[in-house]
């Protein structure tokens, strides 16, 4: 089994910082990349940041120059910092990862986290 639990989500005001986290536990061979969705009411869940294993990161224009994406393959985690937060950041964000594991016959497949709140106040 895979599991992925996230943490770190909040309620916090515009212009505040909040770092969200992601561990990914179970059996498992190896993590490819890994990403942070996100999702609003009424709104397509979208990639907000990834990165790869060898540490390639890219990010949806919205967040770039406030959000960072980090990831500890030691510890099978990816991290999500973000600053300067804005109101149109509140949504519920997930954590993804592409990895070989789980249930035999093992595959890479993408495996999500349960999604934690984030709410940005103005």
């Known amino acids: 089994q895979v599991q992925l639990v996230e943490s770190g989500g909040g309620l916090v005001q515009a212009g505040g910082s909040l770092r969200l986290s992601c561990a990914a536990s179970?059996?498992?061979?190896?993590?490819?990349?890994m990403g942070w969705y996100r999702q609003a009411p009424g709104k397509q869940r979208e990639l907000v940041a990834s990165?790869?294993?060898?540490?390639?990161?890219s990010y949806t224009d919205s967040v770039k120059g406030r959000f960072t994406i980090s990831r500890d393959n030691a510890k099978k985690t990816v991290s999500l910092q973000m600053n300067s937060l804005e109101s149109e950041d509140t949504a519920v964000y997930y954590c993804?990862?592409?990895?070989?594991?789980?249930?035999?016959?093992?595959?890479?497949?993408?495996?999500w986290g349960q999604g934690t709140q984030v709410t940005v106040s103005s």
């Open positions: 990165i790869t294993s060898g540490g390639s990161t």
């Open positions: 993804n990862a592409q990895l070989l594991g789980g249930t035999f016959p093992y595959a890479y497949s993408d495996y």
């Open positions: 179970g059996r498992i061979f190896n993590i490819d990349a």
